[in-house]
């Protein structure tokens, strides 16, 4: 039976339920219960419901309320008013006092066996986000500047670069023509300020105000262009992007003593001319991109930092919940950087601005959740490091996290009034020794490839209420 339901739930229609034993159950025990522990907030005279949810009809529970749905007949894992009823959720209900063992167990298997309700009529169940074939986005969605195709555009004839030509065309569109050329000690200083973000000095201002030679100004660029101080100053345009800083500044404020490897990164980048198809690639899969033994392969994990850093709540007691908090973190800041778009917001719903889906935010999400990004999630996860010089590092390192946690658990967890002095003496220098050759391991913070796993969509954005399947794609 439950495998009929399941297919009738996945085309939207439920049909009236089985009668006999099923319905004995019900009566007997479902709907007592209901009616003595639910119907107060979520019942025939509570109006729409507390929170919007009422529980008096198989079709309210399928419905459900904020939440989402309530009830996934068949599947009691992935009910949330079973998940409510446990008090193992944010949701607790009854709110004041869990019910007994007993009446939950009732309720379990009510819903295993596709919670049968006598005299239900065939309902329609609320479908899952669009897919982008029934999105029906608007003429303004589609017509936005930034999703249309890139075409080749004439450059305009005159003097001048081609951008100066451009622009003369458009504010001779406006009615309006350019500044006057600037003079050469206001020229010096522009650019100056713009490329390093300091004013010149005297000698190099009188050195401009001298040079009479055509290529003055392009000698000045090129100056400051070839400067260590570019980078530095253009650099931390970037760093802003990446939400760089030297630690998570959440609750439990972690230090990232590694970060400062991605600072230098984005800076010898800048000064590089490091191509920018180049920069995005090996920020998002330089761990990907190399192997042990590449010349360029300690670059490209320190260039995966980029994943690493920002406000990652590291002290979350779902370790699930945290998997998916870090993942959307990590999209929303690439997203942000790399498309200019707030696609995080269609974790909990279609993108109401911009033309992006629940299911495309969720197929995007499962990249990043297929992304080994902490050891271990618990309520204090220890993110996760690479070593740069080589694979023989790298195993040293594992064995030292290893280690360190072996003996960091015993100090934490022993007894300490029955733990003899001597042998917490000796797990607190077993954990000061790793610390001291964690620390002499020249290491990035870096991802590497993790499970690789489609999610489902969740609906409204919680992982207690999944949905349909969600590849792993692209917007």
Request: hydrophobic share 35%.
């Amino acid at each position: 039976m439950n495998a009929c339901l399941g297919l009738l739930l996945a085309i939207g229609v439920i049909l009236p339920c089985a009668i006999g034993q099923d319905i004995d159950l019900f009566e007997k025990q479902v709907r007592p219960i209901l009616a003595n522990n639910c119907y107060a907030c979520h019942g025939p005279d509570s109006g729409d419901g507390q929170a919007d949810l009422r529980l008096d009809s198989l079709e309210g529970m399928l419905k459900g309320g904020r939440s989402g749905p309530a009830l996934i007949p068949g599947s009691p894992e992935k009910s949330l008013f079973i998940h409510a009823v446990n008090h193992d959720t944010f949701v607790q209900m009854p709110p004041k006092k869990k019910l007994p063992l007993a009446e939950i167990a009732s309720l379990t298997r009510w819903v295993e066996m596709g919670a049968p309700w006598p005299g239900s009529r065939p309902v329609t169940v609320a479908r899952g986000p669009r897919s982008s074939e029934e999105a029906n986005f608007s003429r303004e969605q589609k017509s936005h500047w930034a999703f249309q195709l890139v075409h080749d555009r004439p450059i305009p004839q005159g003097v001048g670069s081609p951008i100066d030509r451009f622009l003369r065309v458009t504010l001779g569109e406006k009615g309006l023509s350019p500044a006057e050329p600037a003079d050469k000690l206001t020229l010096i200083r522009r650019a100056t300020i713009d490329l390093h973000g300091l004013p010149p000095t005297a000698d190099e201002v009188d050195a401009f105000v001298a040079d009479q030679s055509p290529d003055a100004f392009a000698k000045v660029v090129d100056r400051l262009l070839s400067s260590p101080r570019y980078g530095e100053r253009w650099g931390r345009h970037w760093l802003d992007v990446a939400r760089y800083a030297d630690s998570n500044g959440m609750d439990d404020n972690v230090v990232h003593g590694d970060a400062w490897r991605y600072r230098d990164y984005v800076i010898q980048a800048f000064n590089d001319d490091k191509p920018y198809d180049q920069f995005v690639r090996e920020q998002l899969a330089g761990d990907l991109l190399t192997k042990w033994g590449d010349e360029n392969r300690a670059e490209a994990l320190i260039a995966t930092s980029f994943l690493m850093l920002g406000p990652k709540m590291v002290g979350e007691d779902d370790p699930v919940k945290q998997k998916l908090d870090f993942a959307d973190e990590q999209l929303a800041t690439t997203t942000r950087a790399f498309m200019a778009l707030t696609v995080d917001c269609a974790r909990c719903h279609d993108h109401k601005f911009d033309p992006i889906l629940t299911r495309e935010y969720y197929s995007l999400l499962g990249i990043f959740t297929s992304t080994k990004t902490v050891l271990s999630y618990r309520v204090t996860s220890k993110l996760n490091a690479v070593a740069l010089n080589s694979a023989e590092d790298e195993e040293r390192l594992s064995k030292v996290e290893d280690s360190f946690d072996f003996h960091d658990d015993f100090v934490t967890n022993s007894n300490q009034a029955t733990t003899p002095k001597e042998v917490r003496e000796q797990h607190q220098k077993a954990i000061e020794a790793a610390k001291k050759e964690y620390e002499s391991i020249p290491k990035a913070m870096a991802v590497t490839e993790g499970e690789i796993a489609d999610l489902p969509v969740m609906m409204r954005g919680s992982h207690l209420t999944p949905g349909e399947a969600a590849p792993r794609g692209f917007p």
